[in-house]
């Protein structure tokens, strides 16, 4: 499985795997996907000018929490 090309439904079908341990490998790399895909996203929306309190309020965050996430990634746009 590359990055770029990771199987989203995939890995949820192998979160309800019946082998305990093969469900926590595939939730931890769903959890990592998530947050690559979650950052990319935040990307975008910076550079398309979006401010950081409508990211905030889409992710269900605080605008503070998303920016000391991300604010030093992507800055201001």
Do not use: C
Not at 16 to 38: C, F
Request: net charge positive; proline share 3%; glycine share 10%.
């Amino acid at each position: 499985m590359t990055e770029e090309g990771t199987d989203m439904a995939a890995l949820v079908r192998g979160a309800e795997d019946d082998d305990p341990l093969g469900a926590l490998l595939a939730l931890s790399r769903l959890r990592r996907e998530v947050e690559r895909r979650e950052a990319v996203a935040v990307r975008r929306a910076r550079t398309a000018g979006v401010p950081w309190v409508a990211i905030a309020a889409m992710l269900g965050v605080s605008k503070q929490a998303v920016h000391r996430k991300y604010g030093g990634r992507f800055g201001r746009a």
